[in-house]
């Protein structure tokens, strides 16, 4: 079936350091979005990404959309303790209608 | 805008008890979707609507789940008899014509 993969599924930096969490897609996406959730709380719409090579950027995070529309990361720029919770990416196939989420990276912050 | 409204927010249950989990989306939005959250199965789309009409009741995972949007303005999910595994936070989410998705708190259903 129609799915798409999510790593890693779990990190623990250092608060200072960066972060990267990966997405990819068996096939082709529409486009992608990028969720956040923070522990005991629900998943909150970041961004969507919608062209081949999108980057787009929200402070210290920086989103990207693969050319060939089947890959996205979210990297985060010197990671502080708010930015703990789990991020999903979550595609909508093309030539589909349903918005597919990956299995989520959960960050943990040490200070 | 108030955002998502899901009641109740917490449910215990007993086994074989009717469980009914209620959803107002976000006014003017046109897609609403019911997901089942659980640390072993993650993130799981159980249903959704569009225009109050059921598009995609694939991953209603048996008989005992139905849903429902008599308006606009609301949708139910109902799981009669409940069952232990159906233990779970429940969310809501709903849609403008852009796609992107707005969740409600959640329900966090116990059955015991």
């Known amino acids: 079936g129609q799915q798409v993969m999510q790593i890693p599924q779990y990190q623990h930096v250092q608060e200072g350091e960066d972060f990267t969490t990966y997405c990819n897609s068996s096939?082709?996406?529409?486009?992608i979005q990028w969720y956040k959730q923070r522990p005991g709380g629900h998943p909150v719409f970041l961004i969507q990404l919608v062209k081949s090579g999108e980057v787009k950027k929200q402070k210290r995070l920086t989103f990207q959309f693969g050319e060939a529309k089947k890959n996205s990361s979210l990297h985060i720029t010197a990671t502080q303790t708010t930015d703990v919770g789990t991020y999903f990416c979550?595609?909508?196939?093309?030539?589909?209608?349903?918005?597919?989420f990956g299995a989520g990276t959960i960050l943990r912050v040490k200070s | 805008d108030a955002g998502v409204i899901q009641s109740p927010r917490h449910e215990v249950t007993e086994m074989g008890q009717e469980v009914t989990l209620r959803c107002k989306p976000i006014s003017g939005h046109n897609s609403l979707f019911w997901y089942r959250q659980t640390m072993m199965r993650g993130l799981e789309l159980l249903i959704y609507f569009n225009n109050n009409v059921p598009i995609d009741d694939s991953g209603m995972p048996e008989d005992r789940f139905s849903a429902k949007m008599p308006n606009a303005s609301f949708s139910t999910l109902k799981i009669q008899p409940s069952e232990p595994r159906d233990s779970a936070v429940y969310f809501c989410?709903?849609?403008?014509?852009?796609?992107?998705?707005?969740f409600g708190p959640g329900t966090r259903l116990t059955v015991t």
């Open positions: 989410a709903s849609s403008p014509a852009t796609y992107e998705q707005y």
């Open positions: 096939t082709t996406l529409s486009n």
């Open positions: 979550a595609g909508i196939m093309e030539y589909g209608n349903k918005l597919v």
